[in-house]
């Protein structure tokens, strides 16, 4: 299960939701099962059809902003 969905809005804000996996990498070479999985919504294959659909231009700025404001503010 991801950090993401029981971290507060602070630990989002500041990442501190990676710092237990940090802390381990720091220790050792961490592997496949040691890594937090994605929600859905996070992962490649949803993210960038996302940013397809609002993609109206080659202003990648933009088109990052009307695919995550709402993630975002």
Known sequence: MSGENWASLYSKFMFSW???MMKEGYKRTLDDK???ELP???RAKY???DYNKHK???N???TI???FRWPLF
Do not use: E, F, G
């Open 18 to 20: 990676v710092n237990v």
């Open 34 to 36: 040691d890594l937090l």
């Open 40 to 42: 859905p919504n996070n």
């Open 47 to 49: 993210t960038l059809s």
């Open 56 to 58: 109206t231009s080659t």
């Open 60 to 62: 990648v700025s933009a």
């Open 65 to 67: 902003l009307k695919t």
